[in-house]
């Protein structure tokens, strides 16, 4: 019975959603280099709004909004506002989505992709300071430097192209309400993709 007992609650423990950091809370400062060798600093864009995509070239549901171009054109879109974007990869070295400086450079060319920076955290110290699962996982910081959203870029976990027209992007529902002084509709989600490939 003590058995029975343990096992429903392990069951029921494991269907629990998994956030990371809690909305409403101060976004963690970090400090990271990009692809271009430039440092960066949460802190220094105070006063803006900034988002976190974390990224993996090698995992399908990164890909699903990369070769469609859909990543892209949520960058331009955003940027274009004022809107800071940082994709950060943590993978570690040996593992899929490790790249160098300069491979990234070549990917973000070939995929017309158009963040701020794309920050470099092959220690995964930035990764595990934002409890970062998948690739993505998105990341929204108001200009106070409070986190306002956390988790899913989108309401369609799969890795089909054909599923992000449909799809309610929560990125853009959380950046929309909080520039017209809304509340964010939904501030946490559980976020899809590969896992994040940290260093042991």
């Not at 003590?2 to 101060?26: H, S």
């Not at 491979?103 to 300071?129: F, H, S, W």
């Not at 964010?184 to 590969?194: E, L, M, N, Q, W």
Request: proline share 7%; net charge positive; charged share 20%.
């Amino acid at each position: 019975m003590r058995q029975r007992r343990l096992l429903l609650l392990v069951l029921g423990l494991a269907t629990l959603p998994v956030f990371a950091l809690t909305p409403g809370a101060q976004a963690p400062d970090f400090k990271g280099t990009d692809s271009n060798g430039v440092n960066h600093n949460l802190s220094q864009y105070r006063g803006k709004y900034v988002v976190l995509e974390w990224a993996n070239q090698g995992c399908p549901y990164d890909q699903k909004h990369y070769l469609s171009g859909n990543m892209a054109a949520l960058q331009r879109q955003w940027t274009e506002k004022g809107v800071v974007w940082l994709s950060v990869i943590s993978s570690a070295p040996g593992e899929q989505g490790n790249v160098s400086p300069s491979e990234e450079n070549q990917y973000l060319k070939k995929m017309k992709a158009a963040p701020t920076a794309a920050l470099l955290d092959p220690e995964g110290t930035i990764g595990r300071l934002y409890q970062a699962k998948t690739t993505p996982h998105i990341f929204v910081i108001d200009p106070q430097g409070t986190l306002i959203y956390q988790g899913a870029i989108d309401d369609k976990p799969t890795t089909d192209q054909a599923d992000i027209k449909p799809a309610h992007n929560y990125l853009n529902a959380a950046l929309i309400s909080a520039m017209a002084g809304k509340a964010v509709p939904t501030a946490s989600t559980r976020p899809y993709g590969c896992s994040v490939k940290y260093k042991e």
